[in-house]
């Protein structure tokens, strides 16, 4: 029983990474991705790879090179997507998660359809695990929180409110939405390694769509931009299969549903704030004259 | 005919009209002028159902029109021709005029109406099949007019008709809103930045200045006021200085 | 060998290209891509089947009752999930297209099961052999069907009066309400006739695969999409044209460059479409 806790404490603290992750790019800088399941598979394959081929490399640098590798791809890729409109990223996004499937299908050295097996597991106990996962969620959202309240943070709500008034105050928005994809990959492509490490095998199935969709259900349940919002939102969608076996044939009805009547009736999420509810972060100054009333115009 | 009493609307948090009252009686072309900024749109577009007051009654024809949506106002027989024209830019000339009688079920009538606009504005025909946006602005001007015109309206809102034309196309506009108002004793209120011309062609008129109603007269009484000489008309400015 | 290829690329294309209208539709008039367009597909589908399998009416019923299904999806998919969502940021309408889509999907492996079915009516299809291809009577039915589904669209849009009322929304809707038209009722319109096409694409394809099962509608609804921007998202001969290019290219690539990468053609066409001419090939630039 406490095995299975721990289990469940492991792969949920991965999912809540995943989210947080998601939440940098979909939550401080309104860019919709639905392919984050993508950078989770490129970490993972990456450092199932690197495992096989190069043995003598240690855990904490696949860790890092997972991360970095996943970051690159971001960086590599993102900046002609990132000029599209909303609509048109998110469904680019979904495009290449669907083509880096179907790659890791087709091409042999990524195992195909079985994927890579026997991965090790660098003699770690399941403690060792959480500690390095819940370490990583600790991290991501510490940064999360910087970025929002620190001048990156301010130009990417500048940038998400209007984008055209955000260049004229010399607010360049490409490289902070470049910059946006690759902290989150980095920390999707760390938990690429660590579910690969943990699990031992990995597969395509699990990196494709119905992840990234399941990543984003929990960004938007738990509350677009807020730094506990994927936490609470992950442990949530996690727990819910879990706790309800006997209804996992409702799933996707339930993250569906619970989806559009968020979207509908509380879109700020569990953690967000409603809007127009926000604390003033400057006090109105009173005036000190009243203004000058004339009747003449100009 | 139409009966505005003491509205007040608000665009957003900002209060715009402050107790406008205006009236139209039928056959009268009204004009409404005042700055940019004084609520003469805000004005129009409380009539026409594209802003709602947020107090104080419209009556026109006996019916109270200030709940209801624009679309349901055409069949009463109030039509707006909207400020910078609002043409439907992919569609034809002709098309655009049909969509103006959308809401009438009469298709003889419509196609009556159709052919006489046509002979009417004959620079509409060089156009007829030709997308609209093609159009210079004059021209949008006509077509906005006359799609307005499609649905048969008993009362006529002009916002800002000269806006963006040469001093020669307005005044050819206005005369033409003066023209209808004499032949077909169509109802006009209008709202206008250039003073003087919509005064000259109007029975009646208001000054709008920040959301508020200070003045009412006929078109002549307007002209010659002192007021509005010195505000809009750009007149008598030698003696206030020498004051 | 080629041609057989474009042939099918054109039954593929035909049933893309109804999807496409459906998006180009939907997104003209309101802005919104329906990511749930791929369900409506399946719901034509099922509909179909359900009305021949299990109510027993002859294929015209059985296809007409299809098409009145997909129209009764999509106008609920308004009603129930978008109009309570307008005038919201734009993400969210997608976000809950997103959402309904993983729902509609459950609720048809709940409803039906996971298997794949049949298509429930039975035909023999008549052979000809023109040359090096080989068509058969039902690819011919199929394309034939499409075909006259879109002169009717091309119809109702330019010479309808609703039609029109549907371009002049989705040209100018403050100036469409000025002329006494109800923007909901285009937009609702917009979505049963959307519905219907990408229903009727369902239906089609399920004959010509002979298969009906919960996730058909997951790629063809993305690739309706594809299609759509690629001929330009709201343009009416964009979809056609977005649709047979793809269908084409999706049959040729699997050919003749590789067979495992067919899903992912659509997507590469998207993307480089997106970055060179974002506005489609018949779309307008801004």
């Known amino acids: 029983m406490a095995a299975y806790i721990l289990h469940l404490a492991i792969l949920g603290g991965m999912y809540v990474l995943l989210a947080a992750s998601l939440n940098i790019p979909v939550g401080l800088s309104g860019q919709v991705s639905l392919g984050h399941g993508a950078f989770f598979g490129i970490g993972a394959y990456i450092s199932g790879l690197l495992a096989i081929h190069y043995a003598v490399l240690p855990f904490p640098l696949l860790l890092v090179l997972a991360g970095l590798g996943s970051a690159a791809v971001a960086v590599l890729l993102s900046p002609p997507a990132l000029k599209l409109k909303d609509e048109y990223l998110a469904v680019v996004t979904l495009g290449f998660g669907l083509i880096f499937e179907l790659g890791l299908k087709n091409l042999a050295f990524t195992g195909g359809t079985d994927g890579l097996y026997g991965l090790p597991n660098f003699g770690m106990q399941g403690a060792d695990f959480l500690w390095w996962v819940w370490g990583a969620v600790a991290l991501c959202l510490f940064v999360t929180s910087r970025l929002r309240k620190g001048q990156f943070g301010r130009n990417l709500t500048a940038i998400k409110e209007s984008e055209r008034t955000a260049r004229t105050l010399g607010i360049a928005p490409l490289p902070l939405k470049v910059g946006c994809f690759a902290l989150s990959a980095l920390f999707a492509g760390i938990a690429g390694s660590l579910y690969a490490h943990y699990i031992t095998f990995i597969n395509p199935g699990v990196f494709g769509l119905h992840t990234s969709i399941l990543l984003l259900c929990m960004v938007v349940l738990g509350g677009m931009g807020t730094v506990l919002g994927p936490l609470a939102g992950g442990i949530l969608l996690f727990l819910l299969p879990e706790l309800l076996q006997e209804f996992a044939d409702y799933q996707d009805l339930v993250y569906g549903g619970l989806l559009i009547v968020i979207l509908i009736f509380r879109p700020q999420g569990l953690l967000g704030r409603a809007p127009g509810q926000g604390r003033r972060r400057f006090p109105l100054r009173r005036r000190t004259q009243p203004a000058p009333a004339s009747t003449s115009n100009a | ?243 | 060998m080629i041609w057989q290829q474009i042939v099918n690329g054109i039954v593929a294309g035909s049933a893309y290209a109804l999807v496409a209208l459906g998006y180009s539709l939907i997104y003209g008039v309101l802005g919104l891509i329906n990511l749930a367009q791929g369900e409506i597909y399946m719901a034509g589908a099922f509909g179909l089947w359900i009305a021949a399998a299990v109510l027993g009416l002859p294929l015209p019923l059985a296809v007409l009752f299809g098409l009145l299904f997909s129209a009764v999806v999509g106008l609920s998919m308004e009603r129930v999930v978008f109009r309570p969502l307008t005038g919201r940021h734009p993400l969210i309408p997608l976000l809950a297209a997103i959402g309904l889509s993983i729902f509609l999907q459950s609720v048809a492996l709940l409803a039906f099961g996971p298997e794949t079915r049949p298509f429930p009516l039975e035909f023999e299809p008549q052979l000809w052999n023109l040359g090096p291809v080989t068509l058969s009577t039902l690819q011919l039915l199929l394309v034939t069907t499409a075909l006259a589904l879109m002169g009717g669209l091309f119809w109702y849009v330019h010479a309808s009066r609703h039609g029109q009322a549907l371009q002049a929304v989705a040209m100018d809707r403050e100036a469409a309400r000025l002329v006494g038209i109800k923007p909901h009722q285009c937009v609702a319109q917009a979505f049963g006739i959307g519905g219907m096409l990408s229903g009727a694409a369902g239906m089609m394809m399920a004959a010509y695969y002979n298969a009906t099962y919960p996730y058909m509608g997951v790629l063809p609804g993305l690739k309706g999409f594809c299609a759509a921007v690629l001929g330009g998202a709201g343009s009416i001969p964009g979809a056609i044209l977005g649709g047979l290019i793809l269908g084409l290219s999706e049959n040729l690539g699997a050919a003749y460059i590789h067979s495992g990468f067919k899903d992912g053609y659509a997507f590469a066409i998207l993307i480089a479409i997106l970055l060179l001419r974002p506005q489609g090939l018949l779309g307008k630039s801004k």
């Open chain 2, 1 to 243: 005919m139409l009966k505005v009493r003491s509205i007040h609307t608000y665009y957003g948090a900002v209060h715009v009209l402050k107790a406008a009252s205006i009236h139209v009686g039928p056959g009268e072309v009204v004009a409404v002028i005042g700055a940019n900024g004084a609520g003469k749109t805000t004005l129009l577009k409380s009539i026409a159902g594209t802003l709602f007051p947020a107090s104080g009654r419209i009556d026109f024809e006996g019916t109270e029109v200030a709940g209801l949506f624009p679309e349901h106002r055409l069949g009463l027989g109030l039509a707006l021709c909207p400020e910078g024209r609002r043409l439907f830019g992919g569609l034809s000339v002709e098309k655009n005029l049909l969509l103006g009688a959308f809401h009438r079920k009469d298709k003889d009538g419509v196609r009556q109406d159709l052919e006489t606009l046509r002979q009417r504005f004959p620079i509409l025909d060089s156009f007829w099949n030709r997308p609209a946006r093609n159009l210079s602005g004059g021209e949008q001007q006509m077509v906005a007019l006359a799609r307005a015109l499609m649905s048969r309206p008993r009362l006529l809102l002009l916002d800002e008709p000269s806006l963006g034309l040469s001093p020669l196309l307005a005044k050819d506009i206005l005369k033409t809103i003066r023209d209808l108002n004499r032949e077909d004793n169509l109802s006009v209120l209008l709202v206008e930045q250039n003073a003087r011309a919509a005064l000259r062609i109007a029975h009646r008129g208001y000054v709008l200045e920040t959301g508020r109603i200070i003045l009412e007269g006929s078109g002549s009484e307007l002209l010659a006021h002192e007021e509005v000489q010195r505000a809009y008309l750009g007149k008598a400015y030698k003696e206030i200085w020498e004051r």
